[in-house]
């Protein structure tokens, strides 16, 4: 995961925004990922972005992307206790037929009610 | 998305014995699974990419005699740690490529190996 960084911890309130930052160092990633793994489980798919994309937005969840500086961004609006968790950011990356994710160390979020 | 399910979801093993984990994907014919290993606290780490009916892709690093990776089938993948040893104590998890533009990955609920 040297190549995705991402800060380790956030806290935040019950009902505050949260914004989880990651960053690439690979400018020729096509998709990036936002992951969430709750203690003790998988990993769950939160969302992607293509890379030629700036934002996406799902329900609480707005991902922005900024290919420039290879920055990538995760919003979750109106956080809630279940939102607790690790959130990994991942980009996809092709080395001939080869394709692999690289991740992010994660990042734990806390909310506290 | 996919659905990918592992089997057990944990175990506990003596020192020197061999260790099989199933991953099967439920409702998606997979060409491709990956398995990862996760320490404590850390991110996960890419063993290898399991590719059916073919020899498993192994990462640098990963002993391919040690970690023994079989897809046998489009639902099936399966990793056998063998003669376990306390530093093979992990949480491995599975992937299932689901293919399409995207190549999203699903994962499995993880396998808790500890081994005494």
């Known amino acids: 995961g040297e190549d995705v960084e991402q800060s380790l911890f956030l806290s935040v309130r019950e009902g505050d925004s949260s914004v989880i930052n990651c960053t690439y160092t690979?400018?020729?990633?096509?998709?990036l990922y936002w992951y969430k793994q709750e203690p003790g489980a998988g990993l769950q798919l939160l969302t992607y972005?293509?890379?030629n994309m700036d934002m996406k937005q799902d329900q609480r969840l707005t991902v922005l992307l900024n290919k420039k500086d290879k920055h990538l961004s995760l919003r979750i609006a109106d956080t809630q206790t279940g939102d607790s968790a690790i959130y990994f950011c991942?980009?996809?990356?092709?080395?001939?037929?080869?394709?692999?994710?690289?991740w992010g160390l994660g990042t734990s979020l806390a909310v506290n009610p | 998305g996919a659905v990918v399910s592992q089997h057990p979801s944990w175990v506990i093993c003596k020192s020197g014995t061999s260790v099989k984990i199933e991953c099967r994907s439920l409702?998606?014919?997979?060409?491709?699974m990956f398995w990862y290993r996760q320490f404590p606290k850390q991110s996960l780490m890419l063993m290898a990419t399991?590719?059916?009916?073919?020899?498993?892709?192994?990462e640098q690093g990963v002993e391919k005699d040690k970690f023994l990776i079989n897809h046998a089938s489009l639902t099936l993948s399966t990793l056998t740690v063998t003669s376990a040893h306390p530093e093979d104590s992990s949480f491995y998890i599975c992937?299932?490529?689901?293919?399409?533009?995207?190549?999203?990955?699903?994962f499995g609920p993880g396998t808790r190996l500890t081994v005494l």
């Open positions: 992937s299932v490529e689901a293919g399409g533009p995207t190549d999203t990955q699903y």
């Open positions: 409702d998606f014919q997979a060409t491709t």
């Open positions: 399991s590719n059916e009916g073919s020899k498993a892709t192994y």
């Open positions: 690979d400018s020729s990633s096509t998709y």
């Open positions: 972005i293509f890379s």
């Open positions: 991942a980009e996809r990356r092709y080395a001939g037929n080869n394709r692999k994710l690289i």
